[in-house]
């Protein structure tokens, strides 16, 4: 009955928010992009970093209601679980941190959170970027929500005549660990300060410090403290201990509410502080929610659309939302961070300009995987930016620890998933310009990832000096990576990393060639073949090996559970396909496009029951998985066999039955994964794609059915020549997904492609649309 009345209400509610987006299909600009995010999409099934209402694009602070507060998975706020348990300031890759919980009435702070925890109702929530409203229906407080981009800000309207409290439950468990310790100080009436020390989880593999610093805009009129559940002597002003927590007490309100403002640091309580005293120094809270929405509409104002459904750009702008929050900022305001890839934590400074001012921010973030057909090709091409600065950060990890990372969290490596998905990006970055950077340092850390001890060699997870899971040794040795690796770590697939070895030689293969490095070049465009070591022509699959040389017995194309063997969190049916390098030699082993055309579609045919996903940890039983990242090109491929009408109408069908839902639901299929889909949604819903991840020296943008009648992107002038690039279509409807014609910049164009020069330009493409497909459309050179 429970989630029975939860989905009425969304229902309710969501149907009075698509009310109001309606007319924002049609040519009349009555709303801005920032009103047609929807935050609650997929919020049912979320991982802890999933989401985070107020909040600032990639900020450090990412404060929101938690209403699951254990596990990394089905954590944090949950559509269908109506107990707010605290907000808490840090959802991030293996980050948690400062949960906080306004109560009334009898204190229970210290007997933990479902002690204290309240009841909400979505009927009285709002949600928004950079803000959240609800009710905890327990206490009758009000609770408002915004931040800066590295401060929380709180608005609290107490009921009258009620003792006022305000918890910090610093020594909770939360989310991926319990916290080692803990330390809350009050420094004066106003002000009290501190840390937790996140325990080491398998992933982030040591304890990591987050500081805190936490200002009222009343006088605390009590301090009080406890240890392992035991309240402590009312006259401390200070606790530090394991399973420590503190609370402030108010005196009995008239109207004026509550504020509170909280700031992080993954350095120093003194540079909280600064945090603090930099970016929130006034104590207006409505005009911090504008600005928090203005600058969001700033950032996803770069692609306007016209056309289309009310759902549909509601998903659209969702989707471009969620690609600008996941990865998030560990550097402090003047660009100090914590280094931890050492024996002991070190503070660091990034460049500064001649101004005194942080030249970028330092970003940690989940791995890469997946990234080149999502972040890296949206990111590049709209916000350039931000390449450029996840490049550095990249870069700045390289000097501190020896190595480009793939994943790290809280200044530490974590060794997630496998290979080196870092040289996707910055071949991305740089072939396309972006480059504000050492590329040169970052060659040598590319080039040193790609032999024995580099990152390849790590395994998912693997934190031992002397790593050999990833199995560098074989691929250097064999040309492939067999099966049946011993040792810590995880994703021990050999077959997996022999496909994305091979993809990521020739991306550093591409980096040589713009470097001028031709001996570097040819060696490892020579290499980018190994992927063929592992075709059989028997089973006509990718077939995974043995150390012996001997292909593995018992083989099938899909099978169940997480994986099949060889394979990281898929099958053969689905990589077996990985090779978005080199796809004229794929389909030459598969024997001519017709075969491969008659694979691909077949395996959209089989997959279509199940929506083209499986649930997460069944990514071995379907043909398409859209669900998880080595799947995300598939409905691309067809371009590339001579059928780009079949890559129409997948790529839209995907687009809709996969990604369309803009309920709590579903929408991301429970793993949005850090923008990664999001940014895939908003690709797909344009229309371009690039299947090398945009790597190439002039790479190419791949052309599928746009949802919109008009999309404008807006080119970011201190990388590109041009203004904007402009896309429109003709006879666009729902029935109308095949391309009939094409014009770019005046002249027909009948290729599936043009090229990134022509995108950087500025430039118009005009599509005309049709229920029929044009067989003959898009198959010229």
């Not at 204190?107 to 009927?123: I, V």
């Not at 992933?203 to 406890?226: D, L």
């Not at 024997?591 to 997460?616: M, N, R, V």
């Not at 009648?709 to 095949?738: C, H, M, P, W």
Request: net charge neutral; with cysteine.
């Amino acid at each position: 009955m429970k989630f029975f009345c939860a989905k009425t209400v969304h229902v309710l509610l969501f149907s009075l928010f698509a009310i109001s987006c309606q007319k924002a299909g049609t040519n009349k600009s009555i709303t801005e992009p920032v009103d047609l995010v929807y935050p609650l999409v997929d919020t049912e099934n979320s991982r802890w970093f999933y989401f985070s209402s107020a909040c600032r694009p990639f900020g450090m602070v990412n404060l929101s209601p938690d209403t699951q507060t254990k596990g990394s998975w089905s954590s944090g706020y949950l559509y269908d679980s109506l107990k707010v348990r605290c907000f808490s300031h840090i959802h991030a890759w293996q980050l948690s941190g400062i949960p906080v919980m306004p109560t009334v009435g009898k204190f229970k702070g210290h007997l933990g959170m479902d002690a204290y925890q309240s009841d909400f109702s979505h009927e009285t929530e709002v949600v928004k970027p950079g803000y959240h409203k609800v009710i905890l229906d327990d206490y009758n407080i009000q609770a408002e929500l915004t931040s800066t981009t590295r401060v929380g800000f709180h608005r609290y309207q107490y009921p009258e005549n009620e003792d006022r409290y305000v918890i910090f439950d610093t020594g909770a468990f939360l989310a991926h660990s319990k916290m080692d310790s803990s330390e809350v100080v009050k420094i004066s009436d106003t002000e009290i300060s501190g840390f937790s020390l996140m325990a080491k989880t398998r992933r982030r593999p040591k304890p990591t410090y987050v500081y805190f610093v936490a200002r009222f805009s009343q006088p605390i009129t009590e301090f009080g403290t406890w240890i392992n559940g035991q309240l402590q002597d009312k006259n401390k002003t200070k606790v530090s201990a394991k399973n420590a927590g503190a609370f402030v007490k108010f005196n009995k309100p008239g109207k004026k509410p509550l504020l509170m403002k909280v700031a992080i640091s993954y350095t120093s309580v003194e540079q909280a502080r600064l945090n603090l005293e930099t970016e929130l120094a006034h104590w207006d809270f409505n005009k911090v929610v504008k600005e928090s929405g203005e600058e969001w509409n700033n950032w996803l104002s770069k692609i306007q659309v016209k056309g289309g459904t009310g759902k549909q750009q509601v998903k659209f702008y969702t989707d471009l939302w969620r690609s600008l929050q996941g990865r998030r900022i560990i550097s402090d305001v003047d660009g100090k961070y914590c280094d931890m890839t050492g024996e002991k934590p070190v503070i660091r400074q990034v460049d500064l300009d001649a101004s005194g001012k942080p030249k970028y921010n330092y970003y940690n973030f989940d791995a890469w995987w997946g990234s080149h057909w999502t972040l890296n090709v949206l990111w590049s091409m709209v916000y350039p930016e931000l390449m450029d600065g996840f490049c550095n950060s990249m870069l700045e990890m390289y000097d501190d620890g020896g190595l480009i990372p793939r994943g790290p969290s809280g200044g530490n490596y974590t060794y997630v998933m496998i290979g080196d998905p870092a040289v996707s990006f910055f071949a991305t970055a740089y072939n396309k310009g972006i480059a504000n950077y050492d590329i040169e340092k970052a060659y040598e850390g590319l080039k040193k990832n790609a032999f024995v001890g580099g990152i390849r060699d790590r395994a998912g997870y693997e934190h031992r000096d002397n790593p050999r899971g990833g199995g560098m040794n074989f691929y250097v040795e064999r040309a492939y990576v067999p099966e049946g690796i011993t040792g810590p770590g995880l994703h021990k697939n050999g077959a997996s990393m022999t496909l994305e070895y091979a993809y990521q030689d020739w991306c550093l293969a591409q980096l040589a060639k713009a470097l001028g490095k031709t001996e570097d070049y040819k060696f490892f465009h020579q290499r980018s073949k190994n992927y063929k070591n592992l075709w059989n022509p028997e089973t006509m699959f990718i077939h995974p090996k043995m150390q012996d040389g001997s292909w593995i017995e018992n083989f099938e194309p899909i099978g169940h559970g997480f994986n099949t063997p060889g394979f990281c969190e898929s099958n053969s049916a689905i990589y077996t396909n990985f090779v978005p390098h080199d796809l004229s030699g794929l389909i030459e082993l598969f024997g001519g496009k017709e075969k491969y055309t008659q694979f691909l579609d077949s395996s959209f045919i089989k997959a279509a029951p199940q929506k083209y996903i499986t649930d997460h940890g069944k990514h071995a039983r379907n043909w398409v998985d859209y669900g998880n990242q080595p799947s995300c090109q598939m409905a691309h491929l067809f371009n590339y066999s001579g059928a780009p009408w079949l890559s129409q109408k997948w790529v839209r069908e995907v687009k809709e039955v996969t990604f369309g839902d803009t309920s709590p639901y579903g929408g991301y299929n429970g793993d949005e994964d850090q923008g990664q889909m999001g940014a895939l949604g908003v690709l797909m819903a344009i229309g371009l794609f690039q299947m090398d991840g945009g790597c190439s020296i002039n790479s190419q943008y791949d052309i599928t059915t746009p949802l919109f009648d008009e999309i404008r992107i807006q080119l970011n002038q201190d990388y590109y020549s041009g203004k904007e690039f402009v896309i429109k279509t003709e006879n666009n409807s729902a029935e109308n997904v095949y391309i009939q014609a094409a014009k770019l910049n005046g002249t027909q164009w009948d290729n599936f492609q043009f090229s990134h020069n022509d995108f950087a330009k500025g430039g118009e493409l005009i599509l005309q649309l049709g229920p029929v497909p044009n067989k003959e459309w898009g198959l010229k050179d």
